[in-house]
């Protein structure tokens, strides 16, 4: 099975690449994109699925009702990606991955089930435990399978798999939504179809070798320290719990505090800002006299067609331009595209110009973790550290959407509330130039 190795600098970065590594791409880019589907669905439908679920009298706190949803989503995916992550390092990626998707199919059709708005909450936190972890893992398995000049576009690759994700539920809502009030479960029907994919992963993609030698070597030095043998500073090192190891020195201590106010930027910019995105066109739509539902698709479809853009340009910019200035770009062009988003026009036709141009930086951005992380942290830790960064800030950013709606109902608007949070992009900014550079570096081991 192919490893990390460095292919010759003459040969082109995709002709080095052999089956198994395709195979890991394909396996994981169809995971992230099942996941993209799963949370973009949620972010359609939230509006209509509490329209059935909450009595009339309710209805002027939808904005409220539906941010307490979705941060009680992006909860339980904090919570469950940082278990998910460290199992990864304990039980293997390839088991995480099948045991990840095949738990938040089967959720999400149980979402359609849902009576009243505190079992579709209730179990919107399930799906999020079990989204979680499927991240982690796949981006621990591109960077422990592909070679390392192509480490960056793998892992674009992978990650463009959430944008393609999110594009198809804005075109299978774009069909499902005419057929009434109750269109909303069927897109959570829909989304028990990734269980499926579990069947073809167990055959077609192979465990991580860098993953079976770390815990070669960690299960070797548990058995000579319960033989009473006195271990080595590498061995200890390899025994202990991989969530505390993030913190085990000042360097690492350092880099993992650095790495979670990046990944809190994104993660909240995100969530408090883009997830809008779709409702506010559809709502400026509403106000001329059009079908909300259709253009709130037709932005979740542009969004995420610039979402996928980023997340591909991302990942070959930073192998060729490196990782930090790509990051601070990114990043920048976030913090200065939101205000033109949300007060440059109410054209509808540029709205959807803006809202692909605005995704390809604020969601694009999101590139930079499977990029860069995997080669600030050594295998034994590596899915831990992976589903701590990402995962983590989730824990935080959750109160994102609770506040977005209830500002947005306060301020009458998405753009006031838009604007707010978009700060928070100046600490990623800042955040980012502690990170050192890893461009052509070999991956911990």
Not at 68 to 77: E, Q, R, S
Not at 106 to 130: K, Y
């Amino acid at each position: 099975m192919t490893t990390h190795a460095t292919a010759a600098p003459d040969v082109a970065w995709y002709k080095a690449l052999d089956r198994s590594q395709w195979t890991t791409l394909l396996a994981t880019n169809l995971g992230w994109l099942f996941d993209g589907y799963e949370n973009y669905a949620l972010i359609l439908t939230v509006g209509p699925a509490l329209h059935q679920l909450l009595v009339p009298a309710e209805y002027a706190r939808i904005p409220f009702f539906a941010g307490a949803v979705i941060a009680i989503n992006l909860l339980g995916w904090g919570i469950g990606g940082l278990i998910g992550g460290v199992l990864a390092d304990y039980i293997g990626r390839k088991r995480m991955m099948l045991i990840s998707i095949l738990a938040y199919s089967l959720l999400t059709g149980a979402s359609a089930l849902a009576a009243n708005w505190w079992s579709f909450a209730i179990l919107r936190f399930m799906v999020g435990l079990a989204v979680g972890s499927e991240w982690a893992t796949g981006s621990s398995m591109i960077a422990e399978l592909w070679p390392d000049r192509a480490r960056g576009r793998g892992a674009g690759l992978m990650q463009c798999g959430l944008g393609i994700g999110f594009f198809v539920a804005a075109f299978v809502w774009l069909f499902v939504a005419p057929f009434g009030a109750g269109a909303w479960r069927a897109m959570y029907l829909i989304g028990v179809l990734p269980a499926l994919l579990t069947l073809w992963l167990r055959r077609s993609i192979d465990e991580s070798v860098l993953w079976r030698a770390a815990k070669a070597r960690r299960d070797a030095a548990i058995a000579r320290r319960r033989a009473g043998a006195r271990l080595t500073e590498a061995e200890h090192q390899t025994t202990k719990f991989t969530l505390t190891d993030l913190f085990s020195d000042r360097a690492t201590r350092g880099r993992t505090i650095a790495v979670f106010a990046m990944s809190l930027t994104t993660t909240f910019g995100f969530w408090s800002i883009s997830s809008w995105v779709p409702p506010y066109v559809g709502g400026i739509a509403a106000a001329g006299g059009l079908a909300a539902a259709q253009w709130a698709s037709f932005a979740g479809m542009a969004y995420t067609g610039g979402s996928v853009a980023g997340y591909v340009a991302f990942g070959f910019l930073a192998d060729w331009l490196g990782r930090k200035p790509v990051t601070l770009a990114f990043m920048l062009l976030a913090l200065l595209l939101t205000p033109v988003l949300f007060f440059a026009t109410h054209d509808l036709v540029w709205l959807l110009v803006l809202a692909f141009a605005n995704a390809i930086f604020s969601n694009g951005q999101y590139s930079w973790m499977p990029v860069w992380l995997p080669e600030l942290y050594p295998t034994r830790m590596r899915a831990t550290a992976l589903a701590f960064a990402f995962n983590a800030p989730r824990l935080i950013a959750f109160l994102g959407p609770l506040l977005a709606g209830t500002m947005i109902a306060d301020f009458g608007g998405f753009g006031r509330a838009a604007m707010v949070f978009s700060s928070i992009y100046v600490l990623g900014l800042i955040a980012t130039f502690f990170l050192p550079e890893t461009l052509g570096q070999k991956l911990p081991e």
